[in-house]
């Protein structure tokens, strides 16, 4: 935990974080795809140079992503922690290497939130680079009008903390079980529990003089 910080907006990643671990089953996409285990998917995609076989391998990416997206539901915490984060008057957003109409879909399955529950929405459709870039977090801090250093990052994969360090944001690894892919992954929070963000945030929420 840094010293002393400032949070005065949140970005949140979803598939694993807004939504429970374990619906995007990666292992199985990757192997679909002809996708090496240790390589990101949507950068393997890009490397496809036949422009017809790139187009087909993003079309059934999109369609396991569709079906996950489905059958989500929110991770525990997760619509609580956003509807405090919008009654403290914080910046809340999403920060997705998914698409927008999977995102939408997941969030028909969530009770008490929807689309515009979240000031912004950054994703693959936008012509930003995805995660690990910090352009996304770049692009939300100017949005907003604050510094990059005053946004916390929350997410459960190593993509996450990589952008958020890239961006010089604060970063929150959600790790529930000790997860061996992000042991060393470098952090200022490691939670397990969405519910742990609300004293982090508590404490770097600016206070008003006097």
Not at 23 to 46: H, R, T, W, Y
Not at 60 to 68: N, P, V
Not at 81 to 86: C, E, F, N, Q, S
Not at 91 to 99: C, H, Q
Request: aromatic share 6%; proline share 9%; charged share 25%.
């Amino acid at each position: 935990m840094p010293p002393s910080y400032q949070i005065r907006a949140v970005l949140l990643d979803f598939d694993g974080t807004l939504t429970e671990p374990g619906i995007l089953d990666f292992p199985a996409i990757k192997k679909s795809l002809g996708c090496p285990l240790e390589e990101a998917i949507l950068e393997f995609i890009e490397t496809i140079e036949d422009p017809g076989k790139r187009e087909s391998a993003l079309a059934a990416l999109l369609y396991f992503e569709f079906q996950a997206a489905a059958a989500s539901k929110p991770n525990p915490g997760a619509e609580e922690l956003v509807l405090w984060l919008k009654a403290q008057h914080l910046p809340v957003g999403i920060l997705t290497r998914n698409t927008r109409a999977c995102v939408r879909r997941a969030l028909e399955n969530f009770h008490g939130l929807r689309e515009d529950n979240f000031d912004l929405i950054v994703c693959r459709d936008d012509p930003i680079p995805p995660k690990p870039s910090g352009d996304g977090i770049a692009w939300a801090s100017r949005r907003w009008g604050i510094d990059p250093g005053t946004i916390l990052v929350v997410g459960d994969f190593v993509l996450d903390t990589q952008a958020g360090a890239a961006a010089g944001a604060l970063t929150a690894l959600l790790d529930p079980g000790r997860d061996p892919r992000v042991k060393e992954a470098s952090c200022h929070f490691r939670i397990r529990h969405l519910s742990e963000l609300l004293p982090i945030i508590r404490r770097g929420q600016p206070r008003e003089p006097g």
